[in-house]
């Protein structure tokens, strides 16, 4: 029991996976369980309180050897493929919106920067923990490149993902949750190059959330001061099926 900690166990029974929106929809119309165990953590203002926490940092011997996989399958569609066979050489991650200078990075200079590598729990919303060794950049010494400007307050994330109804993954954090210096734009898990299965070839790792802010396949990067007009208007593909925004851990 030592490596595992199962957050709201009891949401196992109503949730039977991340996946399955229908019944994640059903699951949390009204005050469900689910916004009854993530509300307790949802401080008054989260950006002014409550997030600043360092999420434990464990040693190599607690790393799980098989980082469980979860929510939508792994991108299937020609661009994605395209790049995957080419390990992902012809990748470029757009970082811009509300920035003083809008940039395009390849993988070569994402890992040319200082890297950070941390062992990590992952917290996934249905009630399984593991944990994983994540290595990349942390996303705080990327907007120190582009510069948000004044009125930015969001970072939207879009992904290669699309469900079986055609729409496609997004999430975002606000800036404050994205300058937090364990917020990783991650190239490496335990060692090696993420695989696609786990979000190849950059992924978000937030530790300090609920695994379900940390979007995989990151196709483009925006800054924001809103997210009220993007997709279904809550800030995530989750999101929109109910979930909380904050997810703070
Ligand atoms: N693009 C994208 N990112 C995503 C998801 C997803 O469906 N699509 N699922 C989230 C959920 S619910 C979890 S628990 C983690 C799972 O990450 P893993 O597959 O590497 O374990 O990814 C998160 N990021
Ligand atoms: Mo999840």
Redesign the pocket.
């Known amino acids: 029991m030592k490596r595992r900690l199962f957050v709201a166990t009891s949401l196992g029974a109503a949730l039977a996976g991340?996946?399955k929106v229908g019944q994640v929809t059903n699951a949390l119309n009204g005050n469900g369980p689910i916004h009854q165990a993530i509300g307790i953590v949802q401080p008054l203002d989260h950006g002014v309180f409550g997030t600043r926490g360092m999420a434990r940092v464990y040693p190599d011997s607690y790393v799980d050897k098989d980082?469980?996989?979860?929510?939508?399958p792994t991108p299937t569609d020609t661009t994605y493929q395209a790049l995957a066979k080419d390990n992902f050489a012809s990748y470029r991650l757009r970082v811009d919106g509300l920035v003083e200078h809008p940039q395009t990075f390849d993988l070569h200079h994402l890992r040319a920067m200082e890297q950070l590598v941390q062992a990590t729990r992952?917290d996934?919303?249905e009630g399984w923990s593991?944990v994983g060794k994540f290595g990349g950049v942390p996303l705080a010494t990327v907007l120190g490149m582009v510069a948000p400007k004044p009125e930015a307050k969001y970072v939207v994330f879009r992904?290669f993902?699309i469900d079986d109804q055609g729409t496609a993954?997004y999430?975002s954090i606000s800036v404050h949750e994205a300058m937090h210096p364990q917020t990783l734009l991650a190239l490496d898990l335990n060692g090696k190059p993420i695989d696609p299965?786990?979000?190849a070839p950059v992924r978000l790792k937030i530790p300090t959330q609920l695994?379900?802010k940390?979007?995989?396949?990151v196709r483009s990067i925006q800054i924001v001061d809103s997210f009220a007009k993007i997709a279904g208007g809550e800030g995530g593909?989750?999101e929109d099926q109910g979930y909380e925004w904050y997810a703070g851990i």
């Open positions: 991340c996946a980082f469980r996989t979860n929510g939508l992952h996934c919303v593991v992904s993902d993954f999430g299965d786990h979000g695994g379900y940390s979007t995989k396949w593909y989750w």
